[in-house]
């Protein structure tokens, strides 16, 4: 009986030494496991939930059987499966036509012309960064017909915020150093538009080196044609080469701000299809007038139509340029949809998260539609006449061409 009671006792003893260890050591074991769960193994595990089973299965039921016109148009521009392929066919677009178009355009045009057209490309290019690129940063593109679980990860966050920041700020060093370059001039989307003043002599006049009060009093002096025409010959080998330095500037900022939208387009097009339509569009929209405007100040710099057409086209390679430097950074750097996971060792990307420096080109390209639709165009916008019945009908067509912009880009992601 002793015995018995002493071997109940032991057992009773031996379980609750088994109980405390386990207690003690489970907890630290399933602790350090889920530390080595990568962002993409906890959101695939998410995704064998039930609700998102269910809502997945509902989803799939409701898609319509045949795709919309807007999917079979951008199947039929971009019909190759490479996104590399995809965002050089983008580049084409983007490239090809506006610099045809300019052997259309008269040398006499008005920069300022532009002014509807370049609102509503504003308007296609601050609706494809708000409706698409930044959710497709933040939250990353949800196939058709699928529900995902997104995991909230902080510090991936911020990254993606720096990247941003520094597309903007790009921009406005570019910028700056260009205002240093030429005086204060700069490189400017308005494309010569009239200021309050409205006095378009005087302002072409301060373009050629010449002040208004200069031009005013030649005028009273009244002098014969001979003497204007000496007048002339005089100043313009002193006022010309200015102009050209200020033309040649404008080229090397064109070309620069063409790479990012090769940038733009390589990075978008490896997000997903969807996306790379959208930022093609936008960006297409938005080099008609680009184009045309600086077209039209080459020529207002003394250039010929050939010469500046050439240098128009010298620009546009920038673009192919930097679809080819997004494609190269994307295929040797890689990026977290095409990135082999690796399981059981967390996140390994940039400063432990789950990023790849291919994922930083679509929010720095981000950045620059940003300052390209604020920075760049806002303060023309905001530039007034003497005119107010003018001026209010001019703003009225320019915030109604920038709603159609941005409506576009809305109806495109709405579903």
């Not at 015995?3 to 109980?19: D, N, Q, S």
């Not at 699928?146 to 995991?151: I, K, Q, Y």
């Not at 010298?314 to 192919?320: E, S």
Request: aromatic share 6%; glycine share 10%; proline share 5%.
């Amino acid at each position: 009986m002793l015995m018995k009671r002493r071997t109940i006792a032991c057992a009773i003893l031996l379980i609750y030494f088994v109980y405390s260890v386990a207690a003690e050591v489970l907890p630290k074991v399933v602790k350090h496991d889920l530390a080595n769960l990568s962002t993409q193994e906890i959101e695939e595990q998410l995704q064998h939930c039930t609700i998102i089973e269910k809502l997945t299965a509902h989803h799939t039921a409701a898609k319509p059987a045949n795709a919309s016109f807007l999917q079979q148009s951008f199947a039929l521009l971009f019909p190759f499966s490479s996104p590399a392929l995809n965002s050089l066919m983008g580049t084409l677009y983007i490239s090809g036509p506006p610099n045809f178009l300019l052997a259309l355009c008269p040398t006499d045009i008005d920069p300022s012309s532009l002014n509807v057209m370049v609102a509503f490309a504003v308007g296609g290019l601050l609706g494809d960064t708000l409706f698409h690129l930044l959710p497709e940063i933040f939250l990353g593109e949800v196939p058709e017909g699928e529900v995902r679980a997104v995991l909230v990860e902080p510090n991936k966050n911020l990254l993606l915020g720096v990247a941003i920041m520094v597309g903007f700020v790009t921009f406005v060093a570019m910028d700056k150093g260009l205002r240093i370059a030429t005086g204060g001039e700069g490189h400017s989307h308005d494309h010569g538009s009239q200021h309050s003043n409205g006095n378009a002599i005087g302002e072409k006049a301060s373009t050629t080196g010449a002040s208004a009060q200069d031009a005013s009093s030649l005028r009273q002096r009244k002098p014969d044609a001979k003497q204007g025409t000496t007048v002339s010959m005089a100043q313009e080998p002193k006022d010309k080469p200015s102009v050209k330095l200020s033309a040649y500037l404008n080229i090397i900022a064109d070309f620069t701000h063409n790479i990012t939208d090769g940038l733009a387009l390589s990075s978008s097009f490896y997000a997903s299809p969807t996306i790379g339509a959208t930022t093609t569009l936008a960006v297409f929209c938005h080099e008609i007038p680009h184009e045309v405007g600086d077209f039209a100040l080459l020529i207002q710099g003394g250039m010929s139509k050939k010469t500046a057409m050439g240098l128009q086209f010298v620009t546009a390679l920038g673009a192919v340029l930097g679809t080819v430097i997004g494609i190269t950074v994307q295929e040797l750097g890689g990026n977290s949809l095409t990135a082999e996971v690796v399981k059981g060792v967390g996140n390994t990307g940039i400063f432990g998260t789950s990023l790849s420096w291919g994922d930083m080109l679509l929010p720095f390209t981000a950045g620059t539609f940003l300052y390209v639709g604020t920075v760049g165009v806002i303060p023309e916008i905001l530039e007034t006449g003497p005119n107010k019945w003018k001026e209010l009908r001019s703003m009225g067509l320019q915030f109604l061409a920038m709603a159609a912009g941005a409506g576009i880009m809305l109806g495109i992601s709405w579903s």
